[in-house]
């Protein structure tokens, strides 16, 4: 067999002929020549012609410390001498468990147990079918509904698509999802309702406690990104709305799910964007950052009491029947340690907050005042430029004219890679990024923005 790597043409080639990509209409893709990654290296992502590019939305909001940190490395690599994988059905592993304990002890109070599985999207329809199964197990099978936001977004499995419903993604699956009840969240319909901050809060928070005088009694679980809607496009929402889901759930005597899958690991600023508001979910969904972007793993956090209701004897059949063949992976887990002792070493967190001042300062001065940009919305360093045809009414461009993917294509010829979300342009540097690289990546976003906006 031939190891060595196929040419430039060749890849292409085959990619074209071969691969069918997430998210993407192909005949877009089909139609031009696609970046081939050959490497990694810190933050930056190596083409396999040996150009370099910063990797400005961390690979997919996945990745934390940067490609080929040292740390993360070894670890992998002394897990693989050992053993790549085996089953946690039946056998328990070493780095799952000291992996597990560790989740627990970061995570907020209450959460003290861990289900593993290995996309984000699993890690929220472990969580929902817990819950749904809970109130079946506490003698309340009248518990059925689940609550979510408004262009919420959960991953794409049909569990996950039900609670996270686009219009524009999932209109074709319809009638495969289950229903849920939406609240609006204060954020952007406070733009189309032209209220201010505090209106949209308010008028959010009626509606809630309106929609649980009405169904509390049958909600299973509220589900919510916390603080920040990513894939909706950066929505976010103030530490008042997350306390107030909180205390309403408490009170109708439902559960809380958070959905950290994006937020988690140190995106905000906090290991935990439900830090910010000081809450504790009954359920916390991780994914993405959790193994600082090397592999493929989630966890679903739960509660002692929703652990213990699925305590009894087995002929009572009240067991979780769920699992997937790589719950658990070693490899996954030993790397996730090392992020996590990486976070310690290197006091992460508290870099993340100098960072994200300095994004927030480069981008009031130089993203800001531009014609076309109608919003800017950050917490850490998660950021969403939000462009707008006409900047008064918030008129949006047409879908058409492709204006996030056309900024983000722009910053490519200075060696930046972006992807929007629509007309919103993401900025998510892994947490490793330097000063220099934040203020490289604002610049070339803005003229970006000048020029093609
Ligand atoms: C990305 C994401 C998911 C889905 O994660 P996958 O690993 O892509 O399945 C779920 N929830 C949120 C908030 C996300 O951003």
Redesign the pocket.
Same mark, same amino acid.
């Given at each position: 067999m031939d190891r060595r790597t196929p040419s430039r043409q060749q890849l292409i080639e085959w990619d074209h002929s071969f691969l069918w990509h997430p998210f993407t209409q192909m005949r877009d893709w089909l139609a031009e020549e696609p970046l081939v990654i050959a490497r990694g290296e810190g933050n930056y992502l190596v083409d396999v012609d040996g150009r370099r590019y910063l990797d400005g939305v961390s690979s997919l909001?996945c990745n934390v410390h940067g490609h080929r940190h040292p740390d993360l490395d070894v670890a992998l690599r002394e897990q693989a001498e050992r053993i790549a994988h085996s089953t946690l059905l039946g056998l328990a592993s070493v780095p799952s468990i000291e992996l597990a304990r560790q989740l627990v002890d970061l995570a907020p109070a209450g959460l003290t147990r861990v289900f593993y599985s290995d *996309? !984000? $999207?699993?890690a %929220?329809e472990i969580a929902l079918k817990l819950a749904f199964q809970y109130w079946q197990l506490r003698g309340e099978p009248r518990r059925q509904k689940f609550v979510s936001l408004t262009e919420a977004?959960? !991953?794409?499995t049909i569990g $996950?698509v039900s609670v996270g419903y686009s219009e524009a993604f999932h209109r074709w699956y319809q009638p495969l999802l289950f229903e849920a009840i939406k609240l609006d969240p204060p954020h952007v319909f406070r733009w189309q309702r032209g209220l201010d901050a505090a209106a949209a809060l308010d008028a959010a928070l009626k509606q809630a406690e309106e929609v649980f005088a009405r169904h509390g009694a049958e909600v299973a679980a509220a589900i919510v990104?916390p603080l920040m809607q !990513? *894939?909706a496009g950066m929505w976010d929402h103030p530490p008042e709305y997350l306390r107030a889901l909180r205390d309403l759930t408490r009170r109708h005597g439902t559960l809380l799910i958070c959905?950290e %899958?994006?937020v988690g690991f140190g995106r905000t600023g906090r290991m935990f964007a439900v830090e910010h508001a000081d809450v504790g979910p009954d359920l916390l969904?991780l !994914?993405?950052g959790i193994t600082g972007g090397y592999m493929p793993l $989630?966890a679903t956090l739960a509660s002692e009491e929703i652990f213990q209701a699925f305590l009894a004897p087995y002929e009572d059949f009240r067991t979780f029947f769920h699992g997937h063949t790589y719950t658990g992976n070693a490899l996954a887990c030993a790397v996730a340690c090392a992020s996590l002792r990486v976070f310690e070493r290197e006091g992460v967190l508290a870099r993340v907050d100098q960072r994200a001042a300095r994004l927030s300062a480069l981008l009031q001065e130089r993203v800001a005042p531009l014609a076309h940009v109608g919003d800017i919305r950050q917490l850490g360093l998660m950021t969403g430029i939000e462009l707008v045809r006409e900047r008064d009414g918030r008129v949006p461009y047409p879908t058409s004219e492709r204006i996030g993917a056309r900024v983000c294509r722009a910053v490519r010829d200075d060696d930046i890679i972006l992807r929007p979300l629509g007309p919103v342009v993401i900025l998510m540097p892994p947490l490793s990024v330097t000063d220099a690289e934040i203020e490289h990546l604002v610049d070339s976003v803005a003229r970006a923005i000048a020029r093609h906006a």
């Open positions: 909001w *996309a !984000g $999207a699993t %929220v977004y959960h !991953g794409d $996950a990104e !990513g *894939a959905d %899958v994006a969904c !994914g993405k $989630a």
